[in-house]
C-alpha cells in the first residue's frame, strides 16, 4: 500500500558529506511522520512530522539536517561532517494511513548502505 524508495548512500571519507532521500508512494492518504533510522537495531537518527518539529539522536545534532517536502512525500537527510561511526545501513520510515484505512501503520525503505572511512 505504501512503499519507500531510498537513495543517495555509499562511500565518503571522513568529514565529508552526503544526503539521502526517500520518496514515498502509494495508495497514501497521509503521512504524519518521517524519519531515519540506523542499523538492525532501528537506531533513531532524526525525525520530522508533517508541522516540520524535528527529532534528533544526541550524536547527529548540529552534523545532520533532516527535512521534507510534503507535497512530493520525500524525506531528506543531509549529513555533515561524516565520522566513521555513522557507517551502517539507513532506513527510511513513515507513519501513514493508506486510503481506505484509518489508522496510522509503519512502513519501512529497504534501507541504503552509508559507510565512512577514516
Known amino acids: 500500500q505504501v512503499q519507500l524508495v531510498e537513495s543517495g548512500g555509499g562511500l565518503v571519507q571522513a568529514g565529508g558529506s552526503l544526503r539521502l532521500s526517500c520518496a514515498a508512494s502509494?495508495?497514501?492518504?497521509?503521512?504524519?511522520?518521517m524519519g531515519w533510522y540506523r542499523q538492525t537495531q532501528r537506531e533513531l537518527v532524526a525525525t520530522i512530522n508533517s508541522g516540520g518539529s524535528t527529532n534528533y539522536a544526541d550524536s547527529v545534532k548540529g552534523r545532520f539536517t533532516i527535512s521534507r517536502d510534503n507535497a512530493k512525500n520525500t524525506v531528506f537527510l543531509q549529513m555533515n561532517n561524516l565520522k566513521p561511526e555513522d557507517t551502517g545501513i539507513y532506513y527510511c520510515?513513515?507513519?501513514?494511513?493508506?486510503?481506505?484505512?484509518?489508522?496510522?501503520?509503519?512502513?519501512w525503505g529497504q534501507g541504503t548502505q552509508v559507510t565512512v572511512s577514516s
Open positions: 502509494g495508495s497514501i492518504f497521509s503521512i504524519s511522520a
Open positions: 520510515n513513515a507513519y501513514a494511513t493508506p486510503y481506505g484505512d484509518y489508522s496510522h501503520h509503519n512502513y
